[in-house]
């Protein structure tokens, strides 16, 4: 590689900005929890390729099983199925029976939004209802009805709203879980909407979208009592439980799968990100018989489930049993928030929250408003300072929910020493130590 070419086509804008680029660095070379760049930089990386990386950027397991596929089958598309695939099935067959989902199946894609426009799929075929509805804060995708699903950033959705407005017919929004205790005595409480919404539209309810916690909205967790009731209410009306853990899932809260933590079983789990360990992957598990529903070539990918990503994530997820590194997340989460939460009631640090390695630090200003503002700045510092992080929370104007905050999601083998490093860089930028 000419790295003096490189560097002249960075700055060439071949590449469209709408991405929005942490930074004008490229990265050249990268190792567990530590990208290198072009330029000469290196960084610790707490942001995991956005919760991707698991098992941290090129572990040797991973590299050596994306070759090995490589070699032998490379693309079948749905013509044939692969060992890969289906010992990846098995694989997350077991961690959901230890989580309670029994019997599942799996339709295999390459992305969280298409899969979770299989799962609403899903859910509209098998009760022959018309309605879903997901959360304020929520984040699902970017394709249409994932935009429509979603109610984070506006960004995200604004200029779609002429060809969304069809689906807003079918879409509904609960109150963003915000509740600390669910007591159900506040009008905007999760539960209170939730019920509302159940009352007035509880016969065409063919689903409700859910994130154990909450990702662009806010690294919130929802509070077990806020879980249950979901549940109740589910099932009360006929209605399909789908937890979204694309980013929260994998191990990143302290448990294989975010909804753990809430003591519920879904009827339809979307994963994604971190079960391709670096390979573009993701995909639906649901009952058999519920998947059975679908007639064959009713839902369909051409390289949802390829053979070299499957590889990638089998040798992702095995590592992290092997390895025990999601219950060291759920150890060293907990130490990073005791640490971290000194800090609650003085630089504007109102909240440390979170699980595993999926955490948040929420900014406030003297009059309690999010500090959006200083998002960007500490974010700046910390890359100074050769760490990456970043930011969520989202403006959510009448759902009075707003919240800005700083995310930390590092590998899952981060070393210790890394670590800790990282996080005195998180404390100086925000004391100005």
Same mark, same amino acid.
């Given at each position: 590689?000419?790295?003096?070419?490189?560097?002249?086509?960075?700055?060439?804008?071949?590449?469209?900005?709408?991405?929005?680029?942490?930074?004008?660095?490229?990265?050249?070379?990268?190792?567990? &929890? &530590?990208?290198?760049?072009?330029?000469? $930089?290196?960084?610790?990386?707490?942001?995991?390729?956005?919760?991707?990386?698991?098992?941290?950027?090129?572990?040797?397991?991973?590299?050596?099983?994306?070759?090995?596929?490589?070699?032998?089958?490379?693309? *079948?598309?749905?013509?044939? @199925?692969?060992?890969?695939?289906?010992?990846?099935?098995?694989?997350?067959?077991?961690?959901?029976?230890?989580?309670?989902?029994?019997?599942? !199946?799996?339709?295999?894609?390459?992305?969280?939004?298409?899969?979770?426009? !299989? +799962?609403?799929?899903?859910?509209?075929?098998?009760?022959?209802?018309?309605?879903?509805?997901?959360?304020?804060?929520?984040?699902?995708?970017?394709?249409?009805?994932?935009?429509?699903?979603?109610?984070?950033?506006?960004?995200?959705?604004? &200029?779609?709203?002429?060809?969304?407005?069809?689906?807003?017919?079918?879409?509904?929004? !609960?109150?963003?879980?915000?509740?600390?205790?669910?007591?159900?005595? &506040?009008? *905007?409480?999760?539960?209170?909407?939730?019920?509302?919404?159940?009352?007035?539209?509880?016969?065409?309810?063919? !689903?409700?979208?859910?994130?154990?916690?909450?990702?662009?909205? %806010?690294?919130?967790?929802?509070?077990? #009592?806020?879980?249950?009731?979901? $549940?109740?209410?589910?099932?009360?009306?006929?209605?399909?439980?789908?937890?979204?853990?694309?980013?929260?899932?994998?191990?990143?809260?302290?448990?294989?799968?975010?909804?753990?933590?809430?003591?519920?079983?879904?009827?339809?789990?979307?994963?994604?990100?971190?079960?391709?360990?670096?390979?573009?992957?993701?995909?639906? +598990?649901?009952?058999?018989?519920?998947?059975?529903?679908?007639?064959?070539? #009713?839902?369909?990918?051409?390289?949802?489930?390829?053979?070299?990503?499957?590889?990638?994530?089998?040798?992702?997820? $095995?590592?992290?049993?092997?390895?025990?590194?999601? #219950?060291?997340?759920? @150890?060293?989460?907990?130490?990073?928030?005791?640490?971290?939460?000194?800090?609650?009631?003085?630089?504007?640090?109102?909240?440390?929250?979170?699980?595993?390695?999926?955490?948040?630090?929420?900014?406030? *200003? *003297?009059?309690?408003?999010?500090?959006?503002?200083?998002?960007?700045?500490?974010?700046?510092?910390?890359?100074?300072?050769?760490?990456?992080?970043?930011?969520?929370?989202?403006?959510? %104007?009448?759902?009075?929910?707003?919240?800005?905050?700083?995310?930390?999601?590092?590998?899952?083998?981060?070393?210790?020493?890394?670590?800790?490093?990282?996080?005195?860089?998180?404390?100086?930028?925000?004391?100005?130590?």
């Amino acid at each position: 590689m000419n790295t003096t070419h490189i560097l002249e086509l960075n700055q060439a804008g071949l590449l469209a900005d709408v991405l929005g680029f942490e930074t004008d660095e490229v990265a050249g070379q990268t190792e567990g &929890s &530590s990208v290198s760049t072009l330029s000469g $930089r290196e960084f610790v990386d707490f942001t995991g390729g956005i919760a991707v990386h698991a098992c941290g950027h090129c572990h040797p397991s991973i590299v050596a099983a994306i070759q090995a596929q490589a070699a032998q089958v490379l693309h *079948t598309s749905d013509t044939m @199925r692969h060992a890969p695939q289906l010992e990846l099935a098995d694989f997350l067959r077991g961690k959901l029976a230890a989580a309670g989902v029994a019997d599942a !199946a799996f339709v295999f894609m390459n992305s969280g939004s298409e899969s979770n426009d !299989a +799962a609403a799929k899903l859910a509209l075929k098998v009760t022959g209802k018309k309605k879903l509805i997901a959360f304020v804060g929520a984040f699902h995708g970017r394709t249409m009805l994932c935009s429509a699903l979603s109610r984070s950033k506006t960004i995200h959705w604004q &200029s779609l709203e002429p060809f969304l407005a069809p689906l807003r017919q079918h879409i509904l929004h !609960a109150p963003a879980p915000r509740c600390a205790g669910c007591t159900m005595d &506040s009008p *905007t409480c999760c539960n209170v909407g939730l019920e509302q919404l159940f009352a007035e539209h509880g016969d065409d309810i063919a !689903a409700v979208f859910f994130e154990a916690q909450q990702g662009e909205g %806010g690294y919130v967790p929802r509070t077990p #009592e806020s879980g249950k009731r979901l $549940r109740e209410l589910c099932d009360k009306h006929g209605a399909l439980l789908i937890a979204d853990e694309i980013q929260a899932g994998m191990g990143r809260t302290g448990r294989w799968f975010a909804f753990e933590h809430l003591g519920i079983i879904p009827d339809i789990v979307v994963f994604g990100k971190a079960v391709g360990g670096g390979m573009p992957l993701a995909g639906i +598990a649901a009952r058999a018989d519920l998947l059975a529903r679908w007639t064959p070539g #009713e839902h369909g990918t051409t390289f949802g489930g390829n053979p070299v990503a499957c590889a990638a994530g089998l040798a992702a997820v $095995r590592l992290m049993e092997q390895e025990g590194l999601v #219950e060291r997340a759920a @150890r060293l989460g907990e130490e990073v928030k005791t640490r971290l939460a000194k800090l609650i009631g003085s630089h504007g640090v109102t909240d440390v929250r979170g699980n595993g390695f999926m955490l948040g630090i929420e900014f406030r *200003t *003297t009059d309690g408003a999010p500090d959006y503002d200083r998002l960007d700045t500490l974010k700046d510092a910390c890359r100074e300072q050769n760490l990456l992080v970043l930011t969520c929370g989202a403006k959510l %104007g009448d759902a009075k929910a707003d919240c800005a905050v700083i995310r930390l999601i590092p590998p899952l083998n981060t070393p210790e020493d890394v670590l800790w490093r990282g996080i005195g860089v998180v404390e100086s930028v925000i004391t100005g130590g």
